[in-house]
């Protein structure tokens, strides 16, 4: 599979100016909900699903309701609650039953951006059960200038804070026995609180975290703080490895996650994407490929949902090659 | 150089290191080693699963140079993580009529597995080969087949207990990989027929894990099954293990269960409650070491020492955290100049109360106050450290690798001695900053009113924000009672109040005491902050039990308005608080 192409916005319309069966988003309290939206010209979209967190409505409900205006009679809503996975998976699956056309070849233009980590999981799984059916699938991630707008001392920069539950994300338990030691595998991003919640919560044997290499790293400042990050690991924790990945790649973050498994080989494995929604794309597909992965998500407890991010200047397509959502037999 | 402080999980710790690291307080909580059901209560860090890994079988043997047979027990390790049965799936059985059956035979299937487990990897001296097998197809074997297994036990060919237990390992986890296989099909929310066996407590773990202690190179006593973090058990799970609890066959099967304050209920399957007197015991660890700071202290230098003397480094706990010598000798002379003045405008009984209760709150508030210019009051040294962890060890342990792994930094090829003042202070001070909401503040209060749990931890912040603020005044004060560390509840606190201070306990801001009310008709509830927050508000962390009794109006304006301690600062502690002097507890003055 071909990286996913940067698209500067400018030229994001006559990119994505082609016939789409089903049109997929995340309304949010980011303006970068609205971008892929923006350039996609309406006539040409047969069904949205526009999926949106029904507690906070108060903070996504303008974004929402453009989404609403811009797609009128074919947008259809599915609420994802944040701290109830099951109503989740069946609001998605509802969402996206009433959508998806009964052809026997479809395009569906997923737009990644501003989706919990989780209900993306999700959705890719209810994708993957529905991978015979013959969906081109197209993921859009539109960049961000900056996070955490309100600091400009990067140390302070936040963007949640607290975690309210570690849990295990709905469709994706692994294979996990009890007499093997844990490996978490961890893609570290700016959430560092999140990362010391998931090692107190699954207190593993071995430790792995995934590093952006620096040249793909947001700022230097944050490529600094990255370092610092897994400098504390290594003094608080035995057993900590670091590897790296591409954060804008789901191809190669999925190969990375899979050879770092494979350097410990009968244990449990827990993967943790806490970076970007691309590389959270990976690894589902790396859990797709191999389905002893476990994987889990940390519920955020605080959003900086203010001075969340700004918008970058480019946005990431990728056309996804229909063996990445099958599951390889083991 | 190693790092001595680092954290390592205490399963992943072999028995040698266990016994060389690890300071025995299983006599602080007597109960624990005997047969019965126990619930163990603490924070995480508290240093309960380090308990349970000694209480092993390996352990156990070097402890008490004793053979294993010999034991009062056999301790199986049973810990609860989100990689065993916790899984997001389980959730889809909520509504499920077999909700209950399921989850026990999960349960189950887990805990055989760990009983297996630790049967296999433990080496039995004068093992009977032929009572081993006669066990394993009479009972195990016998017994699983009645739950609806339909698999083979091939011992036959075995010429040894480990052997045997290995097979009998397999089948247990083969019968665990079942039930996953099953859970993982859940997703969707279509249950399929479950066709597999349903094992129970009564019909299968219990009878089988009692005819297996009878075997004669096993303990006597009963199987402790040592449940660690049983707050992860779900709302079912949890119900189930009550259940169990509460057919009181410990003579046989004993729980160890360790929580971490987050236990969901203690209701069995039939809505009944576990009763504490003759179902269970408790022990709340925090509270233990929180009354009686001597003993907490004593564990942690031996902790301490222990690790230092692993990786080779002779120095006691005291030389290798330094104080400040400045900052304790400006101490030492106004604990002086106080017992000089002591028969003049001595307000305690003794010279050296005035000494003990003064000297350190008059040198902080020479300071320049809490901002960040001007000389700035250090939080180096042993004993100061072991306050600020709050009868937690993990709070020493942790901020301690990051100062060994700085000082190791900053002294290069040099070995590490000790631990520079400075490096301490500012671990110390970044760690008090990380807990503490600083951001909170930025937060608009229009924003998000939806989200309880968001209006909680909002309300919670307020409160320590104005609690760890009250306290500084109170301690550059002219008060008689000036190092307060606790609030007292004068009246039951209402069900938002509640809400609130039970957040700050589950999340390590608040720790829970009891104490006589203002009244004398009762008792009332004592809430500590932690000491960790004494950097961030400018407070000495060293012991006494000092509180302010405070009532549910001022709880309320905590909470809900910042401006708060902004008032109390311009009508000046003095007059928004009594000076209370309650009885010192010189026990927890350390």
Not at chain 2, 100 to 123: C, I, K, P, Q, W
Not at chain 2, 129 to 136: D, E, R
Not at chain 2, 352 to 373: C, V
Request: aromatic share 10%.
């Amino acid at each position: 599979m071909s990286g996913a192409h940067k698209v500067p916005l400018a030229d994001l319309a006559s990119r994505l100016a082609t016939p789409w069966n089903v049109f997929v988003c995340c309304a949010s309290f980011e303006g970068r909900c609205l971008t892929v939206a923006q350039n996609l010209n309406p006539s040409q979209v047969a069904a949205v699903l526009v999926v949106q967190n029904g507690s906070i409505s108060s903070l996504i409900g303008t974004n929402a309701a453009h989404l609403q205006k811009m797609f009128g009679d074919r947008c259809v809503q599915a609420d994802a609650h944040p701290s109830n996975p099951v109503a989740t998976e069946d609001n998605l699956a509802q969402g996206l039953k009433s959508v998806i056309p009964e052809d026997a070849e479809w395009s569906l233009l997923l737009d990644i951006t501003t989706f919990t980590r989780e209900a993306l999981l999700v959705l890719l799984n209810q994708l993957r059960r529905l991978g015979s059916r013959g969906c081109r699938l197209t993921l859009a991630y539109t960049g961000a200038s900056r996070y955490g707008t309100d600091e400009s001392d990067s140390e302070k920069v936040w963007l949640t804070r607290g975690v309210k539950e570690v849990r295990s994300v709905l469709g994706y338990p692994g294979g996990l026995l009890p007499s093997r030691k844990t490996h978490l595998i961890v893609l570290v991003g700016f959430e560092t609180e999140r990362v010391s919640s998931l090692i107190s919560s699954y207190e593993p044997a071995i430790i792995s975290l995934g590093y952006g290499p620096k040249e793909s790293s947001i700022t230097d400042e944050h490529h600094k703080l990255n370092l610092m990050f897994h400098q504390q690991a290594v003094s608080l924790y035995d057993g900590v490895n670091r590897f790296e990945f591409a954060p804008n790649s789901p191809a190669e973050t999925k190969n990375s996650i899979i050879a770092q498994a494979a350097k410990f080989p009968n244990t449990n494995v827990v993967v943790a994407p806490l970076n970007t929604k691309l590389s959270t794309v990976g690894a589902a597909f790396a859990a797709f490929a191999d389905q002893r992965l476990h994987l889990c998500y940390a519920e955020a407890a605080i959003y900086n949902f203010s001075h969340y991010s700004s918008i970058g200047d480019s946005c990431y397509l990728l056309q996804v090659d229909r063996h990445l959502m099958m599951s390889e037999p083991k | 150089m190693n790092n001595p402080f680092s954290v390592r999980t205490p399963e992943e710790i072999t028995a040698t290191d266990a016994h060389t690291l690890f300071v025995d307080n299983l006599s602080d909580f007597p109960k624990l080693l005997d047969p019965g059901h126990m619930f163990i209560h603490g924070p995480r860090g508290s240093g309960k699963s380090m308990m349970f890994r000694y209480m092993k079988p390996d352990c156990q043997v070097l402890y008490r140079a004793s053979a294993l047979k010999e034991l009062a027990f056999f301790g199986v390790y049973c810990p609860i993580r989100n990689t065993n049965l916790s899984l997001t799936e389980l959730l889809r059985l909520k509504t499920h009529y077999a909700d209950v059956v399921l989850n026990e035979h999960f349960m189950v299937a887990y805990f055989m597995e760990r009983v297996s487990d630790a049967l296999r990897g433990t080496d039995f001296a004068e093992a009977d080969l032929s009572a081993t097998k006669l066990f394993l197809e009479n009972c195990f074997a016998k017994r699983l087949r009645r739950c609806g297994w339909r698999g083979e036990l091939p011992i036959a060919d075995c010429g040894t207990v480990q052997q045997c237990f290995s097979r009998m390992f397999e089948v247990c986890e083969d019968l665990y990989a079942e039930v996953m296989g099953f859970i993982r099909h859940l997703s969707t929310g279509h249950i399929p027929d479950y066709k597999g066996p349903l094992c129970g407590y009564l019909d299968f773990l219990h009878p089988v894990i009692k005819e297996l202690k009878s075997l004669p190179f096993l303990p006597a006593g009963p199987v402790f099954l040592m449940i660690d973090d049983a707050d992860n058990l779900n709302l079912s799970q949890t119900l189930v293990l009550n259940s169990w609890v509460a057919t009181r066959t410990s003579s046989d099967v004993s729980l160890k269960i360790s929580t971490q304050l987050g236990y969901k209920t203690y209701r069995t399957i039939s809505g009944q409650y576990i009763d504490r007197t003759h179902d269970y015991t408790e022990v709340y660890i925090d509270a233990l070491y929180t009354t009686n700071k001597s003993k907490y202290r004593d564990r942690v230098r031996e902790v301490i020492q222990k690790r230092l003397a692993l990786v080779g480094i002779s120095a006691t706990p005291e030389e290798f955290f330094p104080e400040d010598e400045a900052q304790e000798a400006a101490i030492k002379k106004r604990e002086e100049d106080l017992i000089a003045r002591h028969a003049a405008e001595g307000r305690g009984n003794r010279p050296g109360d005035d000494a003990l209760r003064y000297a350190r709150p008059e040198y902080i508030a020479s300071l320049k106050g809490p901002s960040k210019s001007g000389a700035s009051y250090s939080y180096a040294g042993f004993s100061q450290l072991v306050h600020l962890s709050s009868a937690l060890i993990r709070y020493f342990l942790e901020p301690a690798a990051l100062m060994f792994s700085r000082q190791k930094g900053d002294s290069g090829a040099v070995p590490v001695q000790f631990i520079k003042p400075h490096i301490q202070d500012e671990v110390v001070r970044k760690e008090s900053d990380n807990l503490l909401f600083e951001e909170m503040d930025k937060l608009a209060s229009e924003k998000d009113q939806e989200n309880e749990y968001y209006i909680k931890v909002r309300k919670l912040s307020n409160l320590i924000h104005n609690l760890g603020g009250v306290f500084h005044l109170k301690l550059i004060s002219s008060q008689s009672e000036r190092r307060v560390f606790s609030i007292a509840l004068s009246d039951p606190p209402d069900t938002e109040i509640g809400a609130v201070l039970a957040l700050g306990v589950q999340q390590g801001y608040l720790q829970k005491a009891s104490l006589g009310n203002k009244d004398g008709t009762g008792r009332t509830h004592r809430y500590i902050l932690t000491r960790r927050l004494a950097p961030s508000f400018l407070l000495d962390p060293s012991g006494f039990s000092g509180y302010m009794f405070v009532t549910n109006k001022y709880l309320h304006d905590a909470m809900d308005d910042p401006k708060t301690l902004r008032r109390i600062k311009g009508k000046g502690v003095d007059l928004s608080f009594a000076d209370e002097q309650p009885e010192l507890d010189l026990d927890s003055a350390l």
